[in-house]
């Protein structure tokens, strides 16, 4: 009856783009199982440009991805979003969590 779906379109790109970020984590799956999170940036800016989803720490690159490729969804709290997809930046496959500094309008 209720189900939850994995949001992949061009209104949740428009959403993101231009979004002030307040820090980006990083989900590592350990061989035991657990999952550690690491803090990949603070402050920041992601933008949806051509095709392709960019996350900004200060003036550094911490994730980019092509949008078709990335699967993306908005947490439930309205407070970030969750992209999974190879980060072009070194070619391996992430899941990061981007928190909005700010996410009501």
């Avoid at 989900?27 to 440009?49: C, F, H, Q, S, Y």
């Avoid at 997809?85 to 992430?94: H, K, P, Y």
């Amino acid at each position: 009856m209720f189900g939850f779906s994995k949001r992949k379109n061009d209104s949740v790109l428009r959403q993101m783009d231009g979004r002030e970020i307040k820090y980006v984590t990083r989900r590592i799956k350990l061989p035991d199982g657990n999952v550690k999170e690491e803090i990949l940036g603070k402050t920041g800016r992601m933008v949806a440009i051509n095709g392709e989803i960019r996350v900004m720490c200060g003036e550094k690159d911490v994730f980019r991805c092509a949008a078709e490729d990335a699967v993306y969804f908005d947490l439930m709290s309205g407070a970030g979003v969750t992209i999974s997809g190879v980060n072009a930046l070194d070619n391996e496959q992430m899941d990061i969590i981007v928190y909005y500094t700010y996410h009501r309008k």
